[in-house]
């Protein structure tokens, strides 16, 4: 499991089986993230069965954490993460080599490596902006220097300034990353009670029903509730066994056929006249 910070970009890796619950995820949560940085304030991750449970959502909500979930087939929404994973993959191959049962030893080995990286998008490491200061590595505690303190409105200027530059860089990353993605991007607002055409991406067929000449898109459907401006409920049909959530990438208005009136041309009846003569 890969835990993002959103501000500081700090990451952790966290060595867990596909079988464990909601229950045991809680549980390394808070012992290897909490204890480091507290209750969050809001929780951004796909919609894993153990991140839709009950227990999830109910815990999260005694303890005053928003939970923001993901689209359904659409990862865009959890994008960092999702980045975090492919950083990590290449990592790991660089690490275990010719030993892939070790990865869970070299977690930790990635983990501090990732941390200590200058972030594209802050412009700082993760370790920095959380610690103030890059860590020590084995190359600098051969010989420690002798620390003399500063004045402390020095070191809160200090402090007070970088993390205005990483709210700076973020903020330019982030439009960045918005005005790329928006040139392929359309604007579209629903409202509950349109009726609307959903595209049905191959990834929400049930295995081994998807066919080429499958319909690209069913409706016209109502849209029953409204997450977000990117983000709809539909009422599918009883026989579309999938989500009915979908990212307003995949919906488009209905339009109703015109009502149109079909005419025989002149020359058509003309020839149909002289065959009865």
């Given at each position: 499991?890969?835990?993002?910070?959103?501000?500081?970009?700090?990451?952790?890796?966290?060595?867990?089986?596909?079988?464990?619950?909601?229950?045991?995820?809680?549980?390394?949560?808070?012992?290897?993230?909490?204890?480091?940085?507290?209750?969050?304030?809001?929780?951004?991750?796909?919609?894993?069965?153990?991140?839709?449970?009950?227990?999830?959502?109910?815990?999260?909500?005694?303890?005053?954490?928003?939970?923001n979930l993901s689209s359904a087939y659409h990862p865009q929404s959890d994008g960092q993460t999702?980045?975090?994973?492919?950083?990590?993959?290449?990592?790991?191959?660089?690490?275990?080599q010719d030993h892939p049962k070790q990865w869970e030893e070299m977690l930790s080995t990635a983990?501090?490596?990732?941390?200590?990286?200058?972030?594209?998008?802050?412009?700082?490491?993760?370790?920095?902006?959380?610690?103030?200061?890059?860590?020590?590595?084995?190359?600098?505690?051969?010989?420690?220097?002798?620390?003399?303190?500063?004045?402390?409105?020095?070191?809160?200027?200090?402090?007070?300034?970088?993390?205005?530059?990483?709210?700076?860089?973020?903020?330019?990353?982030?439009?960045?990353?918005?005005?790329?993605?928006?040139?392929?991007?359309?604007?579209?607002?629903?409202?509950?009670?349109?009726?609307?055409?959903?595209?049905?991406?191959?990834?929400r067929f049930p295995p081994g029903t998807y066919s080429k000449l499958s319909r690209r898109k069913?409706?016209?459907?109502?849209?029953?509730?409204?997450?977000?401006?990117?983000?709809?409920?539909?009422?599918?049909?009883?026989?579309?066994?999938?989500?009915?959530?979908?990212?307003?990438?995949?919906?488009?208005?209905?339009?109703?056929?015109?009502?149109?009136?079909?005419?025989?041309?002149?020359?058509?009846?003309?020839?149909?006249?002289?065959?009865?003569?």
């Open positions: 499991m890969v835990v993002v910070d959103r501000f500081s970009k700090m990451a952790h890796f966290l060595s867990c089986k596909k079988t464990a619950n909601a229950l045991h995820v809680a549980h390394l949560f808070f012992h290897q993230v909490v204890r480091l940085h507290g209750v969050p304030r809001s929780l951004t991750s796909d919609r894993d069965v153990k991140f839709i449970s009950h227990f999830w959502r109910e815990l999260w909500k005694r303890l005053g954490t928003d939970l999702k980045v975090v994973n492919r950083t990590l993959g290449r990592m790991l191959r660089c690490l275990v983990e501090f490596a990732y941390n200590s990286m200058v972030n594209r998008s802050t412009g700082k490491s993760p370790f920095s902006i959380v610690y103030t200061k890059l860590p020590n590595l084995a190359l600098d505690v051969v010989v420690l220097p002798k620390c003399k303190s500063g004045m402390a409105a020095k070191f809160t200027s200090h402090y007070t300034k970088m993390l205005e530059d990483v709210h700076t860089h973020l903020t330019n990353a982030n439009l960045r990353y918005k005005a790329a993605a928006d040139v392929h991007r359309r604007q579209q607002l629903f409202n509950v009670g349109d009726l609307v055409m959903v595209r049905i991406r191959r990834e069913i409706g016209p459907i109502p849209i029953i509730d409204k997450i977000n401006d990117n983000a709809y409920t539909m009422e599918l049909p009883a026989d579309q066994n999938t989500s009915p959530t979908f990212n307003v990438s995949d919906i488009s208005l209905y339009h109703p056929p015109d009502p149109a009136i079909i005419e025989i041309s002149s020359s058509e009846s003309s020839s149909s006249d002289a065959g009865e003569d």
